[in-house]
């Protein structure tokens, strides 16, 4: 089990996802979402608006 708690700032100003998986609290970063299946499947809708602008910008660069 899955589900999405909410966010959370680090020290360095990037952004930590925080879920809940199978009981435990999880907190993961960006670039690591894919590493845990689900995880970004949880997100709500403007979470994953705001990773895909951050990769598309990315991308720019």
Do not use: H
């Not at 909410?6 to 930590?16: D, F, H, N, Q, V």
């Not at 995880?39 to 809708?45: H, I, M, V």
């Amino acid at each position: 089990m899955i589900k999405y708690i909410g966010t959370k700032k680090t020290s360095e100003g990037g952004i930590l996802y925080v879920f809940l998986i199978n009981g435990l609290q999880k907190e993961v970063r960006e670039s690591a979402l894919k590493q845990y299946p689900g995880c970004y499947d949880a997100l709500p809708a403007a979470a994953k608006a705001k990773i895909s602008a951050n990769r598309a910008w990315m991308s720019k660069i």
